[in-house]
Nanobody, 128 residues
Framework: QVELVESGGGSVQQGGSLRLACKAS???????MAWFRQAPGKQREGVAA???????SYADSVEGRFTISKDNAKKTLYLEMNGLNSADSAMYYC???????????????????????WGQGTQVTVSS
């Protein structure tokens, strides 16, 4: 079992920034890692993913505003979020592939069922 612990969530005003972190209990070097989010009454959606080579994929809604990165030595995944708006308010979850990396069209998957391990989530609230 892999433990993922998110941190960095909070309340911010529209246009503000936050940096989320996810500390893993195992090496993340060889695995696809991703951030998902879920707002009340909505389905969980993929936000950003990164593969073992550092290639990234983003949801259209966050492209250009969010940046996913990782520090393999620290076993930590990050999500830098800029230009936040109310539509970004959600619980944010860190996720890890179980076996390696699932690619779609050569980029890390943003599909929920491709990820086996999940954190407990960190809340992001954006106020206008």
């Amino acid at each position: 079992q892999v433990e993922l612990v998110e941190s960095g969530g909070g309340s911010v005003q529209q246009g503000g920034s936050l940096r989320l972190a996810c500390k893993a209990s195992r090496s993340i070097r060889a695995y696809c890692m991703a951030w998902f989010r879920q707002a009340p009454g909505k389905q969980r959606e993929g936000v950003a993913a990164i593969d073992s080579d550092g290639d990234t994929s983003y949801a259209d809604s966050v492209e250009g505003r969010f940046t996913i990165s990782k520090d393999n030595a620290k076993k930590t995944l990050y999500l830098e979020m800029n230009g936040l708006n109310s539509a970004d308010s959600a619980m944010y979850y860190c996720a890890s592939d179980k076996w390696g990396c699932t690619l779609i069209n050569g980029l890390p998957s943003l599909v929920q069922h491709d990820y086996a391990y999940w954190g407990q989530g960190t809340q992001v609230t954006v106020s206008s």
